[in-house]
């Protein structure tokens, strides 16, 4: 994308103009049209590879006997995601994009290979109205299995606050009994953005979020922002107690999301160099590479294939053909929805299914993290669940070229 900054005279009358509709707006952002000069050419779908950027981190617990050392590991692995999941489009800080909004049925598909073998993510946008993202993880040497959901809720208040909405579940292998698994549900943190009036937003959690296990253990991460706790950006403290025993801490995290932190054993009222576990600091761990098709070779409904027209457009800062070729998407996909309503059904997911039944997980560790048994669903368009039956039938399926072209002119316009 061309440098474009909040300096130049058109672009800050753009943000300005910008400002003023957020400021009056109520109700849910979304609908609204952001400045083409904070575009990303990302689309939400790819967010997901975040969650796995260190695989050998998110494989670990399952070489823990100890149910509370594996639930630390959960929460270490947890922690070093979110300079990833919130940060790493804004290294330069105030640097912050809005991400391309997903259409229905849209992929990310890919994986990682290093030290713990393959680590396989599958992304699909599996709902419209409103719009929800769920994905799977799995490191296939090990089995650990992440999987889940999310959409978001933004309004404004002084800034941007976007909540969000879903959760997800990890599954790890107890490698003491191999036929046993601990499964931990995750729930998100809120955010909000920084740096508006200055035309350089930034991202910054606050409240808490949640890591519960099905062993009986439970982390609670307290996010601030400068001026509280330790005064600094992206500031954090975790603790990891006996579920329901909140002051019997038994280890504790704290630092910086997006910089280093430290992990101590005991209440953080104890923590001292004897109590220091390990310190973890993501510029000597380097993230690994994310392995993803070629775009000839990806299936017409995965992101960047779909996108490239508009990520283009953007790179060369061209907005009149970025609005051109997000209408043709825009419109196919209208299209495709008329079809289905006029034919009485609806789209098929690929890879994920709305679950019918109760979940367990839900059902048994919901109430410790504030979340309902129905995981949110009647604000993402279902309880959404990793389908394994379809997805071993998606990958018995090869298009030849001239489906693959059909595709893209009946779902994307193209």
Known sequence: MSEVTPNSQATGSSWTSFLKSIASFNGDLSSLTAPPFILSSTSLTEFSSYWAEHPSV???????????????????????????QYASRSEQYGNEKKPLNPFLGELFLGKWEDSAGTTELISEQVNHHPPATAYSIINHPSKVHLQGYNAQKA?????????????AVLTVPDPADPGEKDTFLITLPSLHVEGLIFGAPFIELDSASYITSS?????????????????KKNSFTATLYPTGKEKEVIYNCSGQWTKAFEIHSGPVKNNSPKNLLE????????IAELIVAPIEKQHPLESRRAWANVA????????????????????????????????????????????TEPDATLESLASNVGLTANGDADKTGGLWRFDAAKAEKVKSQELSEDEITQLAHELLGQ
């Open 58 to 84: 998110f494989a670990a617990p399952a070489h823990e006997s100890d149910p509370a050392k594996r639930a630390l590991l959960v929460l270490k692995w947890f922690l070093t995601t979110l300079k990833q």
């Open 155 to 167: 309004s404004f208040s002084k800034t941007i606050n976007i909540k969000q909405i879903g959760h």
């Open 215 to 231: 062993t009986g253990y439970t982390a609670k991460i307290d996010y601030s922002g400068k001026g509280w706790l330790s005064g």
């Open 279 to 286: 310190s973890w600091d993501p510029t000597n761990s380097p």
């Open 312 to 355: 283009a457009g953007i790179s060369k800062g061209d907005m009149d053909y970025v609005g051109k070729e997000k209408t043709k998407i825009e419109n196919a996909q209208r299209a495709m929805r008329k079809k289905e309503q006029s034919e009485g059904r609806e789209w098929e997911r690929r890879y994920f299914a709305a679950a």
